[in-house]
């Protein structure tokens, strides 16, 4: 059973910067489609990032320019830079994955929540202003 785990999420004025690590474990890492998604209170769980096995990547146009999303094959693990954030980024960030079955991998880094079946419990990420 494929589990994430989120870390690196804090608090940090307008313009700063954060790292979010997704940690995989329980599958084929590198089989897998890996995202991030973010909800702030009271809007609908958006896409901002994902990449796919062959390392394309696809960004939210909001944070185009700002978050670069990476992974580490070694040691299992998506990472999420953020740089020049601002208020409206604030929200709970979650780490998300898909792994297909038999021998494919995944090569489209899609950023619905529809495409993905595993899911982290979120790190939370304020920046004031």
């Known amino acids: 059973q494929v589990h994430l785990a989120e870390s690196g999420g804090g608090s940090v004025q307008a313009d700063g910067s954060l790292r979010l690590s997704c940690r995989f474990s329980g599958g084929t890492f590198n089989k897998a489609c890996m995202a991030w998604f973010r909800q702030a209170p009271g809007q609908e769980r958006e896409g901002v990032a994902a990449?796919?096995?062959?390392?394309?990547?696809r960004y939210a146009d909001s944070v185009k320019g700002r978050f670069a999303i990476s992974r580490d094959k070694g040691e299992n693990t998506a990472h999420l830079q953020m740089n020049n954030l601002i208020p409206e980024d604030t929200a709970i960030y979650f780490c998300a994955s898909r792994v297909p079955q038999d021998d494919y991998y995944c090569g489209t880094p899609d950023i619905t929540t529809g495409w993905y079946k595993h899911w982290g419990q979120g790190t939370q990420v304020s920046v004031s202003s």
């Open positions: 990449i796919d096995a062959f390392g394309g990547t």
